[in-house]
């Protein structure tokens, strides 16, 4: 976000990623009628509110997915209360977020188990990101021993699929909380949410205040995201991929040394 009006309570609150005027980084409107064209641009202005200062010991290019990585799997850690050492995690999906929720969860001291559909994606789960534990979400029998083990589960899935399975596998009193982005509507399960006062909740990037915090926790921790840096004229061959998944994990737009400027 590059805006806000400021005056909300969610902004007086230090929430403006939940201001009803909240102005998004790219393909938004300003309050002037401009576009903002966000990493697209080969210059921004902003108001230095919106400013997060990068420490120097984080790579700008690794850090630049923090900014939306980041921030979306920290924010519900700290929102939740999922972020006390000893918890036992959940991280649903490694790909783009989910692989920053398990660096962020382990520096955090939480013991990690990532739940995916792709057995292929245990190798970079444990020996990679140093998760603790992978679960195949496809193996009934594993699915069946991890019931009712973990604290919270962040899903990062940007899919439709059946709530039931992740709800079950947490403790008494766990979250579910839902980042991956999808335009359908979910079906819900009431009766495993009342029988273990269970939650299922949401979560979206996180306030300007949120996001220096995170960035600062990041650098103190060593975190930054898994990228392929390419040039702007392999824009739409790396769109491409990413609708394949074939990607470990963001690719980042190299700005600076390849969009020509026109000034």
Do not use: W
Not at 140 to 167: F, K, Y
Not at 219 to 224: D, G, M, R, S
Not at 234 to 259: C, H, S
Request: proline fraction near 5%.
């Amino acid at each position: 976000m590059v805006d806000s009006d400021r005056t909300c309570d969610n902004c007086v609150h230090d929430l403006e990623n939940y201001c009803p005027r909240m102005i998004q980084t790219y393909s938004s409107k300003n309050y002037d009628g401009t576009m903002t064209y966000g990493g697209y641009s080969n210059h921004m202005v902003t108001d230095e509110h919106f400013i997060v200062r990068i420490p120097d010991n984080l790579p700008l290019d690794n850090a630049a997915p923090l900014l939306c990585a980041g921030i979306t799997t920290y924010s519900p850690l700290r929102y939740y209360g999922l972020d006390k050492p000893g918890m036992h995690l959940g991280v649903s999906g490694l790909g783009g977020l989910g692989h920053v929720a398990v660096k962020f969860a382990k520096a955090l001291g939480l013991r990690v188990t990532v739940i995916s559909t792709s057995p292929n994606k245990k190798k970079a789960a444990i020996e990679h990101l140093g998760a603790d534990a992978f679960l195949l979400s496809t193996d009934q029998d594993q699915m069946q021993a991890a019931m009712s083990t973990m604290d919270g589960i962040l899903d990062t899935v940007p899919a439709v699929r059946p709530l039931e399975p992740l709800i079950n596998l947490l403790k008494t009193n766990g979250k579910v909380v839902r980042v991956g982005i999808v335009a359908q509507p979910l079906d819900l399960p009431v009766f495993p949410l009342l029988l273990g006062r269970k939650m299922v909740a949401g979560s979206a990037i996180g306030g300007m205040k949120e996001t220096q915090e995170m960035i600062d926790f990041a650098a103190e921790h060593n975190i930054t995201a898994d990228i392929v840096l390419i040039p702007i004229d392999y824009l739409n061959t790396a769109i491409e991929r990413v609708v394949k998944k074939d990607v470990q994990f963001r690719f980042v737009i190299d700005i600076e040394n390849t969009l020509k400027s026109e000034c």
